[in-house]
């Protein structure tokens, strides 16, 4: 018999979406327990497409310099297709992401390094167990215990795994390859007895092929294909003039991708007759895509002597049509989605399925939430998920050659249908784009809302008033801008003081606080906001709801007058926070206007759309916006946060 062991969280599969559940538990300080059958995490091959949102996912753990340093910026796509003479020649050259959507854009890096540096960060924190070469074996659920979140109702059992074969890379000796000298495991892992473990939640991250998935009785639903693609990382020897942009290759021999990577790698996607799939996988030999990738490019040259990894895939677009049950269990990434790589988002929804989840999940753990939020992960991912198959599928249509009603000479052609999803696939669609739907945790913007209803607190539920702020949109995470440092005039991105720690940010864009009126609205907020009885004082010093040193809602004051005519100990004290050690918090006010040394300042206000009169704006743990208002809808804002904490954190003053 083996141990039996506690934990909040149980997480099964250790790959992207593993990993960024891990990151939040954390960070956040929840006891959870990561497993995953492999000895090692990802060496080479698979996803290697970053977009904005990922990066700013990434940037609010502190992960993205390292990262942004090291993956290749793919700037511009480039479409080729062939003439009625057949030759190949360049159709167009776009930017390929959305310029001024994101402070970040489009990159790609090895999956493995994106894994390599999540777990790093896990490892770092202590309080989650890291267990490779371990699997699951049983299911149980205790459904009388499961509506007590006091509870452990889930019990599964863990067994150790022989080590899976190791993973085939050839290894090109370049700086930066971790290819070459690989260690014997990742972590000092899990050996010998079997392991009961009793968790309250677990998170079902183990890829396509989801034990935890099969377990609930689960399936993929959807369309599989035969339409064959093989996928190569190369070392490319070419006279193609684009080798370094993004592009697409249609011709009358087939369709091909190219997609620059760092290490000057170049990944291609090769659409792929079946026979020509069979042979591949007989001979298990790159050299047969790279025959199939020769002849597309024609009368280009294009060899390598170094194929670091080589695979074929199928395309299909299945999705699972439920992804949380019971606000227990949950599934999140390739368990709930599996598409072709054509969009490139394989890594980064699956990374944003448990950014959304995980905080959501620790917050509940740590009583600071109503645990019925979490039914808002469903409403909120499944919809992007399908989104993102329909996106695929648009996408595979035109892309794929055998699909095309008029055969080949149809083929070197890019449709409209199809250059509209390159359109959206470029505006980062899953991520930047994503605008979650009026729920528990975003106020609607219009004044009743059918099925939403507060957790656990009888009144009508709070409205947002999007004519505050124009361009921002309730549910959609909030755009970064340069802002100013009111004390030392230090420029920084509004992303950057908002990173990821499981606090809530209410912004209050102050207006010109040099107009009276506007400092006398403030004033107004110190005796609401910063009275001990608010719910906001009451949720900050909260016994059971403070975590690693960061307040449950922090708020900070973004205003747009002349940064010279105010002084901060003129302000109210909630926004110039005093502690007898650390003396005056100088990180709370931030103006909107130019800076000494960076472009871009004092353009907020107006490229979000708000008036010299401010508003104000709560952010969710995940950057998401969820309620915005005037400035001094402070009953508004209670409300909300009422009708999402639980009871023993409210003692409303205001009302
Ligand atoms: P995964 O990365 O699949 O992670 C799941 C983890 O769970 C794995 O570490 C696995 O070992 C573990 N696991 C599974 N079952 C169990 C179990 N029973 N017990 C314990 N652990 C378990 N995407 C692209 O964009 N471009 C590509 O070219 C591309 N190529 C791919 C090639 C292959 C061979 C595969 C498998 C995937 C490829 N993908 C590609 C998809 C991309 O890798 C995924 O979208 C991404 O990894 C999804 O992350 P995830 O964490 O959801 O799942």
Same mark, same amino acid.
């Given at each position: 018999?083996?141990?039996?062991?506690?934990?909040?969280?149980?997480?099964?599969?250790?790959?992207?979406?593993?990993?960024?559940?891990?990151?939040?538990?954390?960070?956040?300080?929840?006891?959870?327990?990561?497993?995953?059958?492999?000895?090692?995490?990802?060496?080479?091959?698979?996803?290697?497409?970053?977009?904005?949102?990922?990066?700013?996912?990434?940037?609010?753990?502190?992960?993205?310099?390292?990262?942004?340093?090291?993956?290749?910026?793919?700037?511009?796509?480039?479409?080729?297709?062939?003439?009625?003479?057949?030759?190949?020649?360049?159709?167009?050259?776009?930017?390929?992401?959305?310029?001024?959507?994101?402070?970040?854009?489009?990159?790609?890096?090895?999956?493995?390094?994106?894994?390599?540096?999540?777990?790093?960060?896990?490892?770092?924190?202590?309080?989650?167990?890291?267990?490779?070469?371990?699997?699951?074996?049983?299911?149980?659920?205790?459904?009388?215990?499961?509506?007590?979140?006091?509870?452990?109702?889930?019990?599964?059992?863990?067994?150790?795994?022989?080590?899976?074969?190791?993973?085939?890379?050839?290894?090109?000796?370049?700086?930066?390859?971790?290819?070459?000298?690989?260690?014997?495991?990742?972590?000092?892992?899990?050996?010998?007895?079997?392991?009961?473990?009793?968790?309250?939640?677990?998170?079902?991250?183990?890829?396509?092929?989801?034990?935890?998935?099969?377990?609930?009785?689960?399936?993929?639903?959807?369309?599989?294909?035969?339409?064959?693609?093989?996928?190569?990382? #190369?070392?490319?020897?070419?006279?193609?003039?684009?080798?370094?942009?993004?592009?697409?290759?249609?011709?009358?021999?087939?369709?091909? &991708?190219?997609?620059?990577?760092?290490?000057?790698?170049?990944?291609?996607?090769?659409?792929? $007759?079946?026979?020509?799939?069979?042979?591949?996988?007989?001979?298990?030999?790159?050299?047969?895509?790279?025959?199939?990738?020769?002849?597309? &490019?024609?009368?280009?040259?294009?060899?390598?002597?170094? #194929?670091?990894?080589?695979?074929?895939?199928?395309?299909?677009?299945?999705?699972?049509?439920?992804?949380?049950?019971?606000?227990?269990?949950?599934?999140?990434?390739?368990?709930?989605?599996? $598409?072709?790589?054509?969009?490139?988002?394989?890594?980064?929804?699956?990374?944003?399925?448990?950014?959304?989840?995980?905080?959501?999940?620790?917050?509940?753990?740590?009583?600071?939430?109503?645990?019925?939020?979490?039914?808002?992960?469903?409403?909120?991912?499944?919809?992007?998920?399908?989104?993102?198959?329909?996106?695929?599928?648009?996408?595979?249509?035109?892309?794929?050659?055998?699909?095309?009603?008029?055969?080949?000479?149809? $083929?070197?052609?890019?449709?409209?249908? $199809?250059?509209?999803?390159?359109?959206?696939?470029?505006?980062?669609?899953?991520?930047?784009?994503?605008?979650?739907?009026?729920?528990?945790?975003?106020?609607?913007?219009?004044?009743?809302?059918?099925?939403?209803?507060?957790?656990?607190?009888?009144?009508?539920?709070?409205?947002?008033?999007?004519?505050?702020?124009?361009?921002?949109?309730?549910?959609?995470?909030?755009?970064?801008?340069?802002?100013?440092?009111?004390?030392?005039?230090?420029?920084?991105?509004?992303?950057?003081?908002?990173?990821?720690?499981?606090?809530?940010?209410?912004?209050?864009?102050?207006?010109?606080?040099?107009?009276?009126?506007?400092?006398?609205?403030?004033?107004?907020?110190?005796?609401?906001?910063?009275?001990?009885?608010?719910?906001?004082?009451?949720?900050?010093?909260?016994?059971?709801?403070?975590?690693?040193?960061?307040?449950?809602?922090?708020?900070?004051?973004?205003?747009?007058?002349?940064?010279?005519?105010?002084?901060?100990?003129?302000?109210?004290? #909630?926004?110039?926070?005093?502690?007898?050690?650390?003396?005056?918090?100088?990180?709370?006010?931030?103006?909107?206007?130019?800076?000494?040394?960076?472009?871009?300042?004092?353009?907020?206000?107006?490229?979000?759309?708000?008036?010299?009169?401010?508003?104000?704006?709560?952010?969710?743990?995940?950057?998401?916006?969820?309620?915005?208002?005037?400035?001094?809808?402070?009953?508004?804002?209670?409300?909300?946060?009422?009708?999402?904490?639980?009871?023993?954190?409210?003692?409303?003053?205001?009302?």
């Amino acid at each position: 018999m083996g141990d039996t062991v506690r934990t909040d969280v149980l997480i099964v599969g250790a790959g992207p979406a593993g990993l960024m559940a891990a990151a939040w538990m954390a960070q956040m300080g929840v006891q959870a327990m990561i497993i995953d059958q492999k000895a090692y995490h990802t060496r080479c091959g698979r996803a290697d497409g970053l977009e904005s949102r990922t990066l700013e996912i990434l940037d609010s753990f502190g992960l993205a310099d390292r990262v942004w340093a090291e993956a290749n910026h793919t700037v511009e796509i480039a479409l080729w297709g062939g003439t009625v003479d057949g030759k190949l020649q360049r159709q167009t050259v776009t930017p390929n992401s959305q310029p001024g959507w994101s402070r970040f854009h489009e990159s790609t890096l090895s999956q493995a390094k994106v894994e390599e540096y999540l777990m790093e960060y896990v490892r770092g924190h202590g309080n989650v167990d890291i267990r490779r070469e371990t699997t699951p074996t049983t299911l149980e659920i205790d459904y009388d215990a499961i509506d007590d979140h006091s509870k452990f109702p889930i019990r599964v059992n863990l067994e150790s795994v022989a080590s899976l074969s190791k993973p085939h890379c050839n290894g090109i000796e370049t700086p930066g390859s971790d290819t070459s000298s690989e260690p014997q495991s990742d972590d000092s892992g899990y050996a010998g007895m079997d392991t009961v473990v009793e968790a309250k939640y677990i998170v079902g991250c183990d890829g396509a092929r989801s034990w935890v998935r099969k377990e609930l009785g689960l399936r993929l639903e959807g369309e599989n294909s035969s339409d064959y693609w093989g996928v190569l990382d #190369i070392l490319p020897v070419t006279n193609f003039p684009d080798i370094r942009k993004r592009c697409i290759l249609k011709t009358k021999h087939g369709t091909l &991708m190219v997609i620059p990577r760092e290490r000057k790698l170049v990944r291609i996607y090769v659409e792929l $007759h079946s026979d020509v799939a069979t042979r591949y996988r007989e001979e298990e030999d790159g050299e047969v895509l790279m025959n199939e990738v020769q002849k597309i &490019m024609r009368p280009y040259m294009m060899k390598t002597k170094n #194929i670091e990894w080589s695979t074929t895939y199928a395309v299909g677009q299945r999705v699972c049509p439920k992804i949380g049950l019971h606000n227990r269990i949950f599934l999140a990434g390739d368990a709930i989605h599996t $598409h072709s790589p054509k969009a490139g988002q394989g890594m980064n929804v699956s990374m944003q399925d448990t950014f959304n989840l995980g905080w959501k999940l620790a917050s509940v753990i740590q009583g600071a939430l109503h645990p019925q939020i979490l039914e808002t992960y469903q409403q909120e991912r499944l919809p992007v998920a399908e989104r993102l198959i329909a996106l695929d599928q648009r996408l595979c249509r035109g892309m794929c050659s055998r699909r095309d009603a008029d055969g080949e000479t149809n $083929h070197s052609w890019f449709d409209e249908d $199809h250059r509209r999803a390159m359109e959206e696939e470029n505006s980062s669609a899953s991520g930047l784009a994503v605008i979650y739907k009026p729920n528990l945790l975003v106020a609607s913007t219009t004044p009743c809302v059918a099925g939403v209803k507060p957790g656990n607190y009888e009144m009508a539920p709070s409205r947002s008033k999007p004519s505050l702020a124009t361009n921002l949109r309730v549910g959609a995470r909030i755009p970064s801008m340069l802002i100013i440092n009111q004390s030392d005039a230090q420029a920084c991105h509004l992303q950057q003081i908002l990173p990821s720690t499981g606090q809530w940010n209410l912004i209050i864009f102050g207006g010109n606080i040099a107009n009276p009126r506007q400092i006398w609205r403030l004033s107004h907020l110190e005796e609401t906001l910063g009275h001990p009885e608010s719910i906001i004082q009451r949720l900050n010093n909260h016994a059971s709801v403070t975590t690693r040193g960061f307040s449950r809602v922090g708020m900070c004051l973004i205003h747009c007058a002349d940064r010279h005519s105010i002084e901060l100990q003129d302000l109210p004290t #909630i926004f110039r926070p005093w502690t007898e050690d650390r003396g005056v918090d100088y990180s709370k006010v931030w103006v909107d206007e130019e800076a000494y040394h960076h472009t871009g300042g004092g353009q907020l206000y107006k490229s979000f759309g708000i008036g010299l009169e401010g508003c104000m704006v709560l952010l969710r743990p995940d950057q998401h916006l969820a309620f915005l208002s005037d400035m001094d809808d402070v009953k508004g804002l209670e409300r909300f946060l009422m009708s999402i904490t639980p009871e023993e954190c409210h003692n409303p003053v205001i009302g």
